[in-house]
């Protein structure tokens, strides 16, 4: 029915969430399934010179390399990864084989008693290692791009101030709350892989590829899905052609579960970064320069780090309108766990590094850093980085104007600056940011070229056919909400079940804030194809196929054109307390407001936004994770440490929209976007009550100490 | 060694034939086919494995089930016929307390630990009272929202 879309409805997966019934991975019961787990490198890179198994008892197997009937290759961006190590192992975690049987604890047992015999090699273990055996090609960088525009070199005659400035950012774990898990199974020829997933397709082609046959005998259904924020684009991949490899020779289905501290210690997590900029300033404040050199850590192989780096550095300018621009980005190859997707995908780092910089540069020069921001902002039909365009008009001064005023921000400003007679002392920040919605350049044209399917039956409702997962961001509830609006038929006849690829078309992986934006205006499209040839009682589909929209460009050589096609924004305010004895901090107050074109049901923006805004908390002050000699220090959920309702408080959000017309009903992407912001207002804001600057997160204890006993502030 | 052990589970007296060291949430899970409690660390830090013992919310990965002879447990299962478990139902809906979903089970027998013990709760003791459930998606601050709405809406049934 056409309702007010915005307005929230109930979603239909919560009561049996709620009561226990939903079926994830974990609870799909099969009545001679067996079990797998995984040996995995014990080294950071060593050859395996040989491994001695014990004597498996009847009914167990060993699953390696040589049970691979395809390539031993995930299939991603490029082909490095092993689903099985072969003669090398790259870093600690790595799978060598799985020990499958009736009994986990027997396959344990199994597991302990494997000897594996390795000749050590020197690993490379930071950025910076260098003169060592690369791990990837010659240069061991899996991805090296530069792009520009302008004359960099004029603006570095006649600027009137030149400021340089360093940023770090660390690690990430997704940390969704049901770990990794796939169930393989081989039927007539026939694999069928269930799992906790993103990206079926993915999934399909990836397992294809490791079993050597036909793209008719793979089946990748979706398990409903606890979490994945990025963390199950990408590594389901290589479980599912290990499982199905495993149920081959099996000849029953494999379950092969993760345990918590297996997946915090090896799957993929946020690349690591180090960003240096430059920027040139004239002598009216206007940045007229800037040169940005990324370098990310990728870990032991290409994954998806080529597109991570790449959206990192189109975002490497911020918000901010630079004619003159030189960035240059490496990924390079470390023997690390594999570095991979996480909500904002390449865009938090270079976010944090840009506006920490703004505001560093903005003291320096002895200017209000607000001010300074603020004459910067792109305008309509100003040109992105890469020399697209942006088209709608950018709310961004009225965002941060409204942001000021719901947090207060001059009066705590002051108030942060007044002598206290205890030991706390506060702080606020405010970042300004935007997100691509969609895949990076010509990805959604050239690669992805989604196509979705309506179907409807005889009691004349509808399905949606799609390859987009619910996965807890509630799309089965805007989908069929988008659907039933241009239907103009009650959302309960709409239907919505998780994706099987013998069923929905690819429309796509679940990622890259693309689902509602592109996705939803594809199933938009065909609903109204439907509606126009609607015949109550009749057996009818409406197909849409995705079509780059007129007057883009994207050249994929040069990296040059409209990198994406629209830009969600958005503005976020941060206010701490901090203990200037234990240099503990106290998050007191977030608010934010974002442009995300059009609300599709605002319970579950909120959600996203509240969601959002945590895990970038979260990430900016006590998610440390740091990698000691391969190993990481933090490898359990005990170490690890993410927000509990404790270190939250209330978080006070608004939209302000500018709708996009390529989007359904105006709205642009979502999901990403609300991470990025908060890491940098949270740092702005320790800054603020330190008066002393930060060039890196995790803002720990320790680095306050030291930054505040240094001497040069910014 | 494994033994016989009897406990009430959901209000009904059963008997295990169980190793008394096994995990809890392995016997709720396995033995007794009770898929409602999810396990997500395994380490007594998330919370999703929250059950009941005697009236006392445990984690149910630590918690090994000849410690639970001759009690009551009560897990999600056994909750979600109450009419308490309505009320937080309700409010967990409309607050928009629930994405993805896996912390909920969860989520809903910590929230009603929290109401047994104070059943007009303070923000900060809502916090207090989740601060051992892990949640990734929510943000918690709707979840937060849906506790405050039960303990109105449910005034008196706690
Ligand atoms: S599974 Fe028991 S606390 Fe996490
Ligand atoms: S709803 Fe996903 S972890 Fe809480």
Redesign the pocket.
């Known amino acids: 029915m056409k309702t007010d879309i915005s307005a929230p409805v109930k979603r239909d997966d919560v009561a049996d969430k709620l009561a226990g019934l939903t079926c994830y991975i974990g609870d799909m019961r099969n009545e001679d399934m067996l079990y797998a787990k995984t040996l995995r490198s014990k080294e950071a890179r060593a050859k395996i010179a040989s491994i001695e198994y014990p004597v498996m008892p009847e009914g167990y197997f060993i699953v390696g390399k040589n049970d691979i009937p395809g390539r031993n290759r995930v299939k991603l961006l490029l082909e490095d990864w092993p689903f099985f190590a072969e003669d090398v192992v790259n870093y600690i975690g790595e799978p060598i084989a799985l020990i499958v049987g009736s009994d986990k604890a027997v396959i344990q047992e199994l597991i302990a008693a494997t000897k594996v015999i390795y000749q050590k090699l020197e690993p490379i273990l930071s950025i910076d290692d260098s003169g060592l055996l690369p791990i990837y090609g010659e240069t061991n960088s899996f991805a090296d791009y530069s792009f520009g525009k302008g004359d960099i070199d004029k603006v570095k005659r006649i600027a009137k101030y030149i400021y340089e400035g360093t940023y770090e950012t660390g690690y990430q774990e997704q940390f969704y709350l049901e770990p990794q898990g796939v169930i393989a199974e081989f039927k007539e020829g026939k694999a069928t892989i269930y799992g906790s997933l993103q990206c079926p397709y993915y999934i399909k082609n990836a397992v294809i590829d490791c079993l050597g046959i036909s793209s008719d005998r793979v089946r990748i259904v979706q398990a409903t899905t606890g979490g994945a924020f990025g963390g199950k684009e990408d590594y389901p991949s290589l479980l599912a052609g290990q499982a199905a490899c495993a149920a081959l020779k099996a000849n029953k289905p494999v379950c092969l579960l993760l345990e918590r501290n297996e997946d915090i210690e090896c799957t993929t997590k946020r690349h690591p970064s180090r960003i240096r900029l430059t920027s040139y300033v004239d002598e009216g404040f206007k940045l007229i320069g800037l040169e940005a050199d990324i370098v990310i850590d990728a870990g032991a192989y290409a994954g998806l780090s080529g597109v991570v780096l790449q959206r990192a550095m189109f975002a490497a300018a911020g918000v901010y309108n630079v004619e003159n621009l030189r960035v240059h980005g490496k990924a390079i190859a470390t023997n690390k766990v594999v570095s991979g997707a996480f909500r904002g995908f390449g865009s938090p780092q270079a976010f944090f590094a840009i506006e920490m910089h703004m505001e560093h540069a903005a003291k320096e020069m002895g200017v209000d850093p607000m001010e300074f921001k603020l004459q910067n902002v792109v305008k309509k039909w100003d040109k992105s980085t890469t020399g697209g365009i942006f088209r709608d008009k950018n709310l961004l001064p009225e965002m941060v104007q409204r942001v000021t005023e719901m947090s207060g921000f001059a009066e705590k400003k002051q108030t942060s600056k007044k002598p206290r007679n205890d030991n706390k002392r506060r702080g606020i920040g405010l970042s300004m940011f935007l997100h691509g919605c969609g895949f990076t350049g010509n990805g959604e044209r050239d690669h992805i070229k989604a196509h979705v399917k309506l179907a409807k039956n005889s009691r004349d409702e509808v399905e949606i056919l799609i390859s987009n997962v619910e996965m807890g961001q509630g799309i089965n509830t805007t989908m069929k909400k988008i659907a039933a609006n241009a239907l103009e038929i009650p959302i309960e006849r709409v239907i919505f079940i998780n994706p099987d690829t013998d069923r929905v078309p690819d429309s796509g992986p679940t990622v890259a804030s693309r689902t509602i934006v592109v996705v939803g205006r594809l199933v938009y499209e065909a609903a109204i194809e439907l509606k126009e040839k609607w015949q109550v009682g009749a057996v009818q589909e409406a197909e849409c196929s995705y079509q780059y929209p007129e007057g883009y460009e994207w050249d994929n050589d040069s990296l040059s054109g409209d990198a994406y096609t629209n830009y969600s924004w958005g503005v976020n305010a941060v206010e701490v307390e901090l203990d200037t004895l234990t240099f503990e901090s106290k998050i007191i107050g977030v608010w934010a407001v974002f442009d995300i074109g059009k609300s599709i049901d605002d319970r579950i923006v909120k959600g996203q936004i509240d969601g959002g805004i945590v895990q970038g908390l979260g990430y900016a002050s006590m998610e440390v994770m740091e990698n000691q000699q391969g190993r990481f220090k933090q490898r359990s959920s005990t170490d690890y440490i993410i927000p509990t309702a404790m270190d939250i408080p209330i978080i006070q959000s608004e939209l302000m929209c500018q709708p996009y017309s390529g989007g359904p009903f105006g709205a642009k992407g979502l999901g990403e976007l609300t991470l990025v912001g908060s890491p940098i207002a949270y740092a702005l804001a320790i800054e603020d009550a330190i008066d002393a600057g930060i060039n890196s997160i995790p803002v720990r204890p320790e680095l306050l100490m030291e930054v505040m006993a240094d001497d040069k502030k910014y | 060694m494994i033994k016989n052990i009897k406990l009430q589970l959901n209000h009904q007296e059963i008997e295990l034939y169980v190793h008394p060291l096994k995990r809890l949430?392995d016997v709720l899970r396995e033995d007794c086919g009770l898929l409602g409690s999810?396990?997500?660390?395994?380490?007594?830090?998330?919370?999703?494995?929250s059950v009941f013992v005697d009236g006392e919310l445990v984690?149910?990965?630590?918690f090994p089930v000849g410690k639970a002879e001759n009690k009551q447990v009560l897990t999600i299962e056994g909750f979600r016929d109450t009419v308490r478990y309505d009320v937080l139902r309700e409010s967990f809906e409309e607050a928009g307390a629930v994405q993805c979903g896996f912390c909920s089970p969860g989520m809903m027998m910590a929230a009603e630990g929290l109401l047994r013990r104070h059943p007009h709760p303070a923000e900060q003791q809502i916090r207090e009272g989740i601060s051992g459930n892990l949640c990734r998606c929510t943000g918690y601050n709707m979840i937060i929202d849906a506790v405050m709405l039960a303990s109105k809406r449910g005034d008196g049934l706690w």
């Not at chain 2, 999810?38 to 494995?49: D, H, L, R, S, T």
Request: charged share 25%; with cysteine; net charge negative.
């Open positions: 949430l999810k396990e997500g660390c395994g380490e007594g830090e998330c919370g999703a494995c984690n149910s990965c630590l």
